[in-house]
């Protein structure tokens, strides 16, 4: 019997004409080309012919719909999991090149290794592999297959999980994150319990040249 494996998607383009950092603000939605760059992912696990047991996605609109072709595709309810939502962000609403710039902000930018300016990286990570360990648990397909979970998410919560499993340093440099748009980063549970990322993967970089993405955390 094949093991389960958890998936931990990053949501696809959203629409942010004027390049805001959304991070929980209300009716920020996936554009056009985001749509298609969650349709790539959703197309790369029917590729995989993996059974999916689960679809599970954070109550962010746009993760919500960058779920949608999976709900489709696979034809299961969606859960919405609130302990993988996107972190608050003290700068939510705001440009960041501009904002760094003005001194009224200066103090949010303290501390990096928390960090000052919202959640605390620790916090991010804890929640994340809770809802993860979580999954690994839920029911089976059948006595055969336990069949695979997909949580639709965000990049910073993904990411930092990374770097807590592979324990590295959660605090980083956002600029080099390696979790792009519609991104898969793959998990497994060891017979032990512990968690262990597998794979990686990019349906959606044939699109990413066209892809605008300043509005993460």
Sequence with gaps: MASRLVH????GEVYNPDHVLYGRLPDFHLSQL???MAQAAADEFA???RPVAALIASPLVRAQESAAPFVTRFELDLR???RIIEPR???EGKVMEKAVKNPVNWPWLINPVRPSWGEPYGSIAKRMTAA???AFTLPPLDDQTPGDVVMVSHQLPIWVTHLALAQ???MHDPRKRRCNLSSITTFEQTPGGAIREVDYADPA???LPAAVDVGAV
């Design 89 to 91: 962000n003290h700068f």
């Design 34 to 36: 985001g749509r298609r």
């Design 8 to 11: 931990l998607v990053r949501h």
């Design 132 to 134: 993860m360990a979580d």
């Design 205 to 207: 970089a044939p699109l």
């Design 80 to 82: 919405t999991e609130p």
């Design 168 to 170: 590295e340093r959660l």
């Design 47 to 49: 590729a995989r012919e």
